[in-house]
């Protein structure tokens, strides 16, 4: 089953949530490493490896870099799973 764009951010929401122990933390596309609190590069990558096995796949190093904000991530996330954007 394909994901929608929806489906992704209330998943990557629940992983944010839970990685970071904010349970009311929303996202928006523009939200950044320095708008979380606690979301240093040992909470990153224990992020990544969430999102890694929630979703089924591996970012590579090339992928990693690209990410700046968090609409960069579910953008990457849906060509990953082969979602196009409505």
Known sequence: ???????????????????FGQPTLDLRDDLTANDVENWDSLTHMLLITNIENQFGFKFKLKDLNKMKQVGDMITLIESKLDIHPL
């Open 1 to 19: 089953m394909i994901m929608q764009k929806k489906e992704i951010i209330q998943t990557l929401t629940l992983i944010f949530r839970g990685t």
